[in-house]
């Protein structure tokens, strides 16, 4: 299996950036896509982005736009830049992968089981 630990989030003011980093171990080979999903207190999991093993991107539609997803596989990483950000980001975003389905699965169906799954990392967005 693979192993995940999310990194850079933080707090920043409305209209600032982050850049989340997401280290991968293990299995990786057996991946087939890659994304990020979030999660408000008291609120749905929302899937931000993903990006499959070819290339292809995915975004929620809250974020397109705002939000670029990408990887490096020499370092076994993947970033999730966030731009303009608002208070409506804030959520603890997941590094998530999946063997089996592509990055699609990640933004409409975000409640599935990932076949790894990171530790959170928080983004808080204020006024």
């Known amino acids: 299996q693979v192993h995940l630990v999310e990194s850079g989030g933080g707090s920043v003011q409305s209209g600032g950036s982050l850049t989340l980093s997401c280290e991968a171990s293990?299995?990786?080979?057996?991946?087939?896509?890659m994304g990020w999903i979030r999660q408000a207190p008291g609120k749905e999991r929302e899937g931000v982005a993903a990006?499959?093993?070819?290339?292809?991107?995915e975004y929620g539609d809250s974020v397109k736009d705002r939000f670029t997803i990408s990887q490096d596989n020499a370092k076994n990483k993947m970033y999730l830049q966030m731009n303009s950000l608002k208070p409506e980001d804030t959520a603890m975003y997941y590094c998530?992968?999946?063997?089996?389905?592509?990055?699609?699965?990640?933004?409409?169906?975000?409640?599935?089981?990932?076949?790894?799954w990171g530790q959170g990392t928080l983004v808080t967005v204020s006024s």
């Open positions: 293990g299995d990786i080979n057996d991946v087939r896509a």
């Open positions: 998530a992968a999946d063997n089996y389905r592509t990055g699609w699965w990640f933004i409409n169906y975000p409640d599935h089981t990932f076949d790894g």
């Open positions: 990006i499959d093993r070819d290339g292809t991107t």
